[in-house]
């Protein structure tokens, strides 16, 4: 299986200041056939379902704000949020659409 | 406006069965891979199972394989997800995912299955 692992586990940002989570993977996660990273990050709000934000390591889902952006390739990967709002108080989890399991890191906790 | 409901949780003992189902609606059902993904209470996100749009093809986290049946009937819009022999460790809020470009694009809002005596 292959194994994601998050860091920082939670981090605590001030408000309209930068926030950046990172991803390994313990293999490659790119898919040769259409050179794409199979990288997912979603955001889960406090009571709420999980939230697709990005997918292909860097494409942004529809209505995901343009603060949320996602960079890397390989295995290192990394979540960068621009300017932090209240709204984005949150656990992030990164996952690995390469190979089953599809495997999920252990989450970051995001709060102000 | 797509749409996943689950239901069919509860509180079951260890070693019981639970059915599972999610009725979706708001896309072509048919022509989607589904997932289960479940959540421990104040734990991580842990991937369960896949199934192919036409059913032909599953695949299933180790932790649960040969405990769980993941399966879908297209002609109602359902997936289901049958759990048996269930131990302390299944007890979750288990989520119904549609798959889109093999990442997971909709969840519903989650069944609580608590297993315990």
């Known amino acids: 299986d292959i194994v994601m692992t998050q860091s920082p586990d939670s981090l605590a940002v001030s408000l309209g200041e930068r926030a950046t989570i990172n991803c390994k993977s313990s293999q490659s996660v790119l898919y040769s056939s259409n050179n794409k990273n199979c990288l997912a990050w979603y955001q889960q709000k406090p009571g709420q379902s999980p939230k697709l934000l990005i997918y292909?390591?860097?494409t942004r889902e529809s209505g995901v704000p343009d603060r949320f952006s996602g960079s890397g390739s390989g295995t290192d990967f990394t979540l960068t949020i621009s300017s932090l709002q209240a709204e984005d108080v949150a656990f992030y989890y990164c996952q690995q659409h390469y190979t089953t399991p599809f495997t999920f890191g252990g989450g970051t906790k995001v709060e102000i | 406006e797509v749409q996943l409901v689950e239901s069919g949780g509860g509180l079951v003992q260890p070693g019981g069965s639970l059915r599972l189902s999610c009725a979706a609606s708001?896309?072509?059902?048919?022509?989607?891979?589904m997932h289960w993904v479940r959540q421990a209470p104040g734990k991580g996100l842990v991937w369960v199972s896949r199934?192919?749009?036409?059913?032909?093809?599953?695949h299933y986290a180790d932790s649960v394989k040969g405990r769980i049946t993941i399966s879908r009937d297209n002609a109602k819009n359902t997936l289901y997800l049958q759990t048996n022999s269930l131990r302390d460790e299944d007890t979750a809020v288990y989520y119904c995912v549609r798959e889109n470009n093999w990442s997971l694009d909709y969840w519903g809002q989650g069944t609580l299955v608590t297993v315990s005596s």
């Open positions: 292909w390591a860097s």
């Open positions: 199934i192919k749009s036409d059913g032909s093809s599953t």
């Open positions: 708001g896309f072509t059902f048919s022509r989607y891979w």
